[in-house]
């Protein structure tokens, strides 16, 4: 059977089409629509279509930023606000006449590198989110692990620091309010006055306030894996996101981790993306 995968995201739709040995036969990106659910819905519709011309057997998955509530199966938790209290995937399968599979962007991530990624050759992947918010996925012998409460995953919203800092879930102290893209440029900015992108920033840590804010992240960013570990103890960990390209995430950052791990012998490999932005369409269409 092919398979067919859609990405959805804040600025652009992606669509692969696979064959049985997962060899790309056909891709196209399209742009977003902006803050219009039902123009979104006739696109994704559209691209179906069009890429999957002629060829009858496939299945289709779609990775979608936020995830699909178990008690309402409306989309929740999601940075493209005209999605939010919407039945997505319930249209999506009226529009197209056909089962969907559907999945976020850390979900997808983490199936994609486990199966034609870094993480390929491993049994139990975590995967790591870590950009504009921070989030994970957990495979386990090739397949998805949601949880009972459909959150498996989520150490983006583990407490890190008891009364920490606040976040737009409502709780404080979360991992993403400290180790996510703009949380560290708010920190930033908190010890030097000055408004940096993370870019710059990176560019800018040779001086002792520099380095207070490097230690700082890499404390973080050791202790929130550090406690993954010692909850599901996986295999492998794959980071991705924008973050995912700081190298000394490898290095001074694997060492953080090990040294915060409840054992005297880690040796959990960290390994760095295989697939980059394309991981989110990859992982969908191999959601089934």
């Known amino acids: 059977m092919y398979k067919l995968g859609i990405d959805l995201g804040g600025t652009k739709i992606e669509s692969i089409l696979l064959d049985e040995n997962l060899t790309v036969l056909k891709r196209k990106r399209i742009l977003t629509p902006q803050n219009d659910y039902h123009k979104i819905i006739d696109m994704i519709s559209s691209l179906v279509l069009d890429i999957s011309e002629n060829i009858s057997d496939f299945s289709l998955g779609i990775c979608t930023p936020g995830i699909i509530s178990t008690q309402t199966g409306l989309i929740k938790n999601s940075n493209t606000q005209c999605l939010i209290g919407k039945p997505l995937k319930e249209d999506l399968e009226k529009n197209l006449g056909k089962k969907i599979s559907m999945e976020n962007d850390a979900n997808c991530f983490a199936m994609a590198e486990a199966k034609m990624g870094a993480a390929n050759e491993f049994n139990s992947v975590f995967g790591v989110i870590m950009g504009t918010g921070v989030g994970g996925g957990i495979v386990i012998d090739g397949k998805l692990h949601h949880g009972r409460n459909n959150i498996g995953g989520e150490w983006g919203h583990h407490t890190l620091h008891q009364n920490g800092n606040s976040c737009y879930c409502g709780k404080f102290g979360c991992v993403e309010t400290y180790i996510s893209g703009p949380s560290l440029e708010k920190q930033w900015l908190k010890l030097t006055g000055m408004q940096l992108p993370l870019c710059e920033i990176l560019l800018n840590i040779d001086n002792n306030i520099g380095q207070k ?37 490898y290095t001074e950052g694997k060492e953080s981790i090990y040294e915060k791990v409840f054992s005297d012998l880690i040796d959990t490999p960290i390994m760095k993306n295989k697939l980059g932005d394309s991981a989110g369409v990859y992982g969908a269409a191999l959601l089934i």
């Open 213 to 249: 804010w490097k230690n700082e992240f890499l404390e973080n960013f050791g202790q929130g894996l550090a406690n993954v570990i010692n909850i599901l103890d996986p295999d492998v960990i794959v980071l991705g996101g924008g973050l995912s390209n700081i190298d000394f995430l």
